[in-house]
């Protein structure tokens, strides 16, 4: 009989997760506290508890080739860059095309996950899950924790002195979802992450006024890049990645500088960032929106008057109605216990992001923890693929003793007044390729240049796409060629509607 493995939550991660486990033939129960896959992608008019939330027009920040999973093209007739409604479709055909359905409790939260009393032999998991107020208690062979990080936010009020004088209105990004709450009002946008840049964008649109401050300022990039082609599709190629790695420091530091800076030049703007290594926002108006006066960019909040607030190096107050702390969200497991996810001195050891160190047996897996400079989807598909693979004890590539010496810091929780991203930013491309590389998945571009060399200089100098990671290995799929011969052709086919007529002159 196949290892019983639960699975919290059916987002982007827990609906990868379980369909992996089916690949490697073990048995998924994916545990989902709402009615409805989708997590994160699901939109609801209503900001619902221990749930992420979306506003309406949230689109996704990578392109559908780079956002695919990997043996499941998107539709060649969906836009490039993905409305959440149209996220949350592909979502569901995945859902019918590999049956996962029939694995998924609906209406059922996990309450608590702890280890059994001969954990150290079975390395099995007691999990208790709640369902219409009727609790149950569940024996697994191996969890995997996919609930994701968007559902608790943070709101460090504490960083802000004079917010208990303020007389407007302020609320997290996580409650906001139509604009008309800024109509005629004078908008402060505290942080500069891509909701804080969306928020800000809509806004300006019918408020009187909208300012942003931002203590480290960010690098800003459109979806549409180089000639019109998806910024992604330009930026995480093998070319790219090998250029970003090999050259020293300052030269690799250098040549992102320039290229983040052709679209327009951040100092002028006000937004050079502080620290050079930033995850980019996405945002096609911010710069438009600054030039034409709608947007003003200021440094971080020094105080809160009664209807106004006092930014540093400025002397001058700015009055303001309304405040939306565009701040983040703070990662919390609730229903593990702190000897599973231990989080010391800020920092939760897993190794590569995903098994908790300290662990007798690699038993436990945590999801979706990363922030990639590129698609989520691809990447959390990937810890699966490997996370299975270890359950089996196939190629665990965990007991050995680098697991044991290298704690890897995979995660780094910063003190509340730090407003960092809390989620490791990676390279996705070499991080990808380490996980493919242990399950033996990851693509050879020498190989392949003697047997199949068109194949071979699509995969090095073309987009990074991640059917590359099914070419060889475990969960070979017949597709994979293919899907990356044409990535450019389901790529244009939702733009290129109009060819002209080519006239006789």
Same mark, same amino acid.
């Given at each position: 009989?196949?290892?019983?493995?639960?699975?919290?939550?059916?987002?982007?991660?827990?609906?990868?997760?379980?369909?992996?486990?089916?690949?490697?033939?073990?048995?998924?129960?994916?545990?989902?506290?709402? @009615?409805?896959?989708?997590?994160?992608?699901?939109?609801?008019?209503?900001?619902?508890?221990? %749930?992420?939330?979306?506003?309406p027009?949230v689109?996704?920040? =990578?392109?559908k080739?780079?956002?695919?999973?990997?043996?499941? $093209?998107?539709?060649?007739?969906? $836009?490039?860059?993905?409305?959440n409604?149209?996220?949350?479709?592909?979502? *569901? %055909?995945?859902?019918?095309?590999?049956?996962?359905?029939?694995?998924?409790?609906?209406?059922?939260?996990?309450?608590?996950?702890?280890?059994?009393?001969?954990?150290?032999?079975?390395?099995?998991?007691?999990?208790?899950?709640?369902?219409?107020?009727?609790?149950?208690?569940?024996?697994?062979?191996?969890?995997?924790?996919?609930?994701?990080?968007?559902?608790?936010?943070?709101?460090?009020l504490?960083?802000?002195?004079?917010?208990?004088?303020? !007389?407007?209105?302020?609320?997290?990004?996580? !409650?906001?979802?139509?604009?008309?709450?800024?109509?005629?009002?004078?908008?402060? /946008?505290?942080?500069?992450?891509?909701?804080?840049?969306?928020?800000?964008?809509?806004?300006?649109?019918?408020?009187?006024?909208? =300012?942003?401050?931002?203590?480290?300022?960010?690098? /800003?990039?459109?979806?549409?890049f180089?000639?019109?082609?998806?910024?992604?599709?330009?930026?995480?190629? %093998?070319?790219?990645?090998?250029? %970003?790695?090999?050259?020293?420091? #300052?030269?690799?530091?250098?040549l992102? &500088?320039? @290229?983040?800076?052709?679209w327009? +030049?951040?100092?002028?703007?006000?937004?050079?960032?502080?620290?050079?290594?930033?995850?980019?926002?996405?945002n096609?108006?911010?710069?438009?929106?600054?030039? =034409?006066?709608?947007?003003?960019?200021?440094?971080?909040?020094?105080e809160?008057?009664?209807?106004? /607030?006092?930014?540093?190096?400025?002397?001058?107050?700015?009055?303001?109605?309304?405040v939306?702390?565009c701040?983040?969200?703070?990662?919390?497991? #609730?229903?593990?216990?702190?000897?599973? /996810?231990?989080?010391?001195?800020?920092?939760?050891?897993?190794?590569?992001?995903?098994?908790?160190t300290?662990l007798? *047996?690699?038993?436990?897996?945590?999801?979706?923890?990363?922030?990639?400079?590129?698609?989520?989807?691809?990447?959390?598909?990937? !810890?699966?693929?490997?996370?299975?693979?270890?359950? +089996?004890?196939? @190629?665990?590539?965990? &007991?050995?003793?680098?697991? !044991?010496?290298?704690?890897?810091?995979?995660?780094?929780? $910063?003190?509340?007044?730090? +407003?960092?991203?809390?989620?490791?930013? =990676?390279?996705?491309?070499?991080?990808?390729?380490?996980?493919?590389?242990?399950?033996?998945?990851?693509?050879?571009?020498?190989?392949?240049?003697?047997?199949?060399?068109?194949?071979?200089?699509?995969?090095?100098?073309?987009?990074?796409?991640?059917?590359?990671?099914?070419?060889?290995?475990?969960?070979?799929?017949?597709?994979?060629?293919?899907?990356?011969?044409?990535?450019?052709?389901?790529?244009?086919?939702?733009?290129?509607?109009?060819?002209?007529?080519?006239?006789?002159?």
């Amino acid at each position: 009989a196949g290892m019983r493995v639960a699975v919290v939550g059916a987002g982007v991660s827990g609906l990868a997760a379980t369909k992996c486990c089916l690949d490697e033939g073990l048995k998924p129960t994916c545990f989902e506290q709402s @009615r409805h896959i989708g997590g994160l992608w699901r939109y609801t008019e209503h900001v619902e508890a221990g %749930r992420p939330s979306l506003y309406p027009s949230v689109i996704s920040n =990578t392109s559908k080739e780079m956002s695919a999973f990997s043996d499941f $093209p998107y539709p060649e007739d969906f $836009p490039v860059f993905l409305p959440n409604a149209q996220l949350l479709d592909y979502l *569901r %055909r995945y859902v019918e095309f590999f049956g996962l359905r029939e694995h998924i409790k609906f209406g059922t939260t996990v309450v608590s996950i702890r280890k059994r009393p001969d954990f150290a032999t079975t390395g099995q998991w007691d999990v208790a899950t709640k369902a219409d107020g009727k609790q149950t208690l569940h024996v697994f062979d191996a969890v995997m924790v996919c609930s994701g990080n968007f559902s608790e936010p943070s709101l460090p009020l504490h960083c802000f002195p004079g917010i208990e004088k303020f !007389q407007g209105q302020y609320f997290h990004s996580r !409650q906001y979802k139509h604009p008309d709450v800024f109509q005629g009002k004078r908008v402060l /946008v505290v942080g500069m992450g891509n909701s804080g840049v969306d928020i800000a964008v809509e806004a300006s649109r019918v408020a009187t006024k909208v =300012t942003v401050c931002t203590g480290r300022g960010a690098w /800003v990039l459109s979806r549409v890049f180089d000639h019109g082609y998806p910024w992604d599709m330009v930026f995480n190629t %093998r070319l790219m990645s090998l250029i %970003r790695n090999s050259l020293p420091g #300052p030269l690799s530091r250098g040549l992102i &500088n320039y @290229r983040v800076n052709q679209w327009f +030049k951040h100092e002028n703007y006000g937004l050079q960032p502080e620290k050079r290594y930033s995850l980019p926002v996405l945002n096609d108006d911010l710069p438009s929106y600054i030039l =034409t006066g709608r947007i003003t960019i200021k440094p971080s909040v020094k105080e809160f008057k009664d209807n106004s /607030v006092v930014f540093h190096n400025y002397s001058e107050e700015e009055p303001i109605d309304i405040v939306v702390f565009c701040t983040g969200y703070n990662v919390s497991f #609730p229903f593990l216990e702190e000897a599973v /996810v231990k989080v010391e001195n800020k920092h939760a050891s897993l190794y590569k992001y995903v098994f908790p160190t300290h662990l007798q *047996r690699p038993t436990l897996a945590i999801l979706g923890l990363i922030k990639p400079f590129g698609a989520i989807m691809p990447v959390v598909e990937m !810890q699966a693929r490997w996370v299975t693979r270890v359950f +089996k004890g196939k @190629r665990a590539n965990v &007991n050995s003793p680098m697991y !044991q010496n290298i704690v890897q810091t995979g995660h780094v929780l $910063p003190s509340p007044c730090t +407003k960092r991203d809390l989620i490791l930013k =990676t390279d996705c491309l070499v991080y990808m390729d380490k996980l493919a590389s242990f399950i033996g998945a990851k693509p050879s571009v020498l190989g392949l240049l003697c047997r199949d060399p068109w194949l071979a200089l699509t995969v090095f100098f073309g987009p990074c796409t991640p059917y590359q990671y099914r070419l060889s290995g475990p969960g070979r799929w017949e597709g994979a060629r293919q899907a990356i011969l044409t990535q450019w052709v389901r790529t244009l086919k939702p733009t290129k509607t109009r060819v002209p007529t080519v006239s006789s002159s």
